[in-house]
């Protein structure tokens, strides 16, 4: 029986001991998957295939594991991790995906994305995608020195932080007429993402969307994909 997984918003870090030990539990439980959808956001932050930290260098060796073992890997960059490139997705034994991909779920066609660009309403937020995702923009930065380039993500870090303390609901949820238009632009009657941080299934007359929770020192959140059914799961460590 083939079983796909998807997870996403782990942002791992060398302060999250407890997220990087929660995924390495799944990976070693979930032996033999066929696939596994990484949708974004994976590490906290992500400067460069260059960085070789030893979080980075644990995580890409058990990644590398899962690829060596027979699962097929893909990553779909989050806003968090947009810099991950061909140097990660090779180490891993796995493949990169855009912002939008179309997948093809035991005969069922599924849009897979990270999910900020449905949350439309965040106008600010978009402004600043926008720069970051600028190709020479990203060409620039990683030009520049690992040290110069931790001490941005720092800043980054710093800003995110303070907005959260200051707005506990600061990630704006996905745009009603951004899912729709996802729904038909697309041709397809599902969608998988994460980014909000607010798991849950959502059906409407365009179709289903299953948003994937963000992992905490407690419990991780995975969508299961068994014959084409589709279980939201969490599982507390």
């Known amino acids: 029986m083939a079983t796909t997984l998807f997870i996403s918003d782990l942002h ?32 906290e932050y992500w400067i460069g295939d260059d960085d070789d930290t030893p979080l980075n260098r644990r995580v890409i060796a058990r990644l590398k594991a899962v690829s060596d073992s027979g699962t097929k890997l893909f ?5 968090r991790d947009l810099a991950l490139g061909a140097v990660f997705a090779d180490q891993v034994g796995g493949q990169l995906l855009g912002d939008t991909t179309v997948i093809d779920l035991e005969g069922t066609p599924v849009l897979v994305l990270h999910g900020d660009t ?11 995608r926008a720069i970051l995702h600028d190709p020479d923009w990203q060409a620039e930065m ?18 995110s932080k303070e907005k959260a303390e200051n707005d506990p609901d ?22 998988i993402h994460g980014h909000t941080h607010r798991p ?3 059906k409407t007359a365009d179709g289903e969307r299953i948003v994937l929770g963000d992992w905490s020192a ?9 014959d ?10």
Not at 19 to 43: P, T
Not at 171 to 187: P, S, T
Request: proline residues 2%; aromatic residues 10%.
């Open 12 to 43: 791992l870090s060398d302060n999250t001991p407890e997220i990087e030990a929660g995924l390495y539990a799944l990976l070693d439980r979930e032996q033999g998957m066929e696939r596994l959808y990484i949708l974004g956001d994976f590490f």
């Open 118 to 128: 449905l949350c439309t309403d965040d106008v600010e937020y978009l402004k600043m």
């Open 218 to 226: 407690e419990a991780s959140w995975i969508i299961r994909a068994t």
């Open 142 to 159: 990683l030009q520049r020195p690992l040290s110069e380039r931790r001490e941005f993500a720092k800043g980054l870090r710093a800003a």
């Open 170 to 191: 600061n990630i704006i949820d996905a745009n009603d007429q951004a899912i729709a238009a996802a729904f038909a632009e697309h041709k397809v009657a599902l969608m």
């Open 228 to 237: 084409g059914n589709c279980q939201l799961e969490q599982y507390r460590y």
């Open 75 to 79: 990553i779909v960059r989050g806003n």
């Open 200 to 202: 849950d299934r959502h």
